[in-house]
């Protein structure tokens, strides 16, 4: 397969998380965080899949070595509760890469799960705009090595675990309690504010409750 019709292929097969969650919740009458939930504990299935971020408008694509399914839905809950009109640009990096799956690795996914696949509605970005196309061969997942990461790939899991770290480290210095994420939070975005930063304290309050475990994983 060539790089042109490869990167066709994923923009035609591409089903972003955000996309994911919103078309199930369409389809089972669920909240965004029952849908979000339902996913997390199938993470272990679902990780099983080749992940991948996509850029449409820059039409390149990474494969991941660390899935990261849980963050998407973790994230993908908070994002529509703190902005209920959005559904994928809190999945986005700070690049525009969406992290999702191919349509036909999803089929396997929902038909091992025994819940319908919802039917999602992602257009290729083509010059014609054309509708997704049947997928024909073997999933890109399994032709494609994952690339290492590039400067313009999000973090991966040991960086990510890393900053984690760090956060945690300069909230203690400050005296930020993060085992009451939820106050911590509050005072955290108090300060973003006094120099002109604009955070969302729920979003700040979820990645504190991240930092425990990233502590516990590098101190081991």
């Not at 990167?7 to 994911?20: K, T």
């Not at 108090?190 to 409750?209: C, F, H, M, N, P």
Request: glycine share 8%; with cysteine; charged share 25%.
């Amino acid at each position: 397969m060539g790089i042109a019709a490869e990167i066709a292929f994923v923009d035609a097969e591409f089903v972003g998380g955000g996309e994911l969650l919103a078309a199930l919740c369409e389809q089972e009458q669920v909240k965004p965080h029952q849908a979000a939930g339902w996913f997390i504990r199938h993470q272990k299935e679902l990780d099983g899949l080749p992940m991948f971020l996509f850029n449409r408008e820059r039409q390149d694509f990474h494969v991941l070595e660390d899935p990261w399914s849980c963050d998407i839905f973790h994230d993908a809950n908070v994002g529509i509760q703190e902005d209920p009109t959005s559904t994928a640009a809190w999945l986005e990096d700070g690049y525009g890469y969406v992290g999702g799956w191919l349509r036909r690795d999803l089929a396997k996914f929902f038909e091992e799960a025994g819940v319908p696949m919802p039917a999602i509605r992602t257009f290729a970005t083509t010059k014609e705009q054309s509708p997704p196309r049947e997928a024909t061969g073997d999933s890109v997942g399994t032709q494609i090595e994952a690339e290492p990461a590039s400067d313009d790939a999000p973090l991966a899991t040991k960086e990510r675990t890393t900053l984690l770290c760090i956060v945690g480290t300069i909230a203690r210095e400050a005296k930020f309690d993060i085992s009451r994420p939820s106050k911590a939070a509050a005072a955290i975005v108090d300060s973003a504010a006094a120099v002109g930063v604009k955070l969302g304290q729920r979003t700040v309050e979820e990645w504190l409750k991240r930092v425990p475990d990233a502590l516990e994983r590098r101190s081991t």
